[in-house]
């Protein structure tokens, strides 16, 4: 069984700042790393960021400085702290693991959805 459940959305005011947090079990699979990803409308998914179980993050070129991605260590609980919201941070926000098998994104949440507005 697969549980990847996401939490945190809504509505925020450009400018403001905004806390998601995922928590993840998947049967058989001790993943390892979990991470963020993005829809915005009309656009393709996009990653944000990246952890490991030891707290080892990388981020992709456009969260540098306003993500910050984080681990609940040794555990299957993430975090992200968005600051500095702009309208173009519009978007379903997903959680997803990796598989322990391939290394490839394979576990999805539903997303949450968080809309900034003027």
């Known amino acids: 069984q697969v549980h990847v459940v996401e939490s945190g959305g809504g509505l925020v005011q450009a400018g403001g700042s905004l806390s998601l947090s995922c928590t993840a079990s998947?049967?058989?699979?001790?993943?390892?790393?979990m991470g963020w990803h993005r829809q915005a409308p009309g656009k393709q998914r996009e990653w944000i960021a990246g952890?490991?179980?030891?707290?080892?993050?990388n981020y992709a070129d456009f969260a540098k400085g306003r993500f910050t991605i984080s681990r609940d260590i040794g555990k299957n609980t993430i975090y992200l702290q968005v600051n500095g919201l702009t309208l173009e941070d519009t978007a379903v926000y997903y959680c997803?693991?990796?598989?322990?098998?391939?290394?490839?994104?394979?576990?999805w949440g539903q997303g949450t959805q968080v809309t900034v507005s003027s």
């Open positions: 997803a693991a990796t598989s322990s098998r391939t290394g490839l994104w394979a576990y």
């Open positions: 998947v049967s058989g699979d001790n993943f390892n790393t």
């Open positions: 952890i490991t179980k030891k707290g080892l993050a």
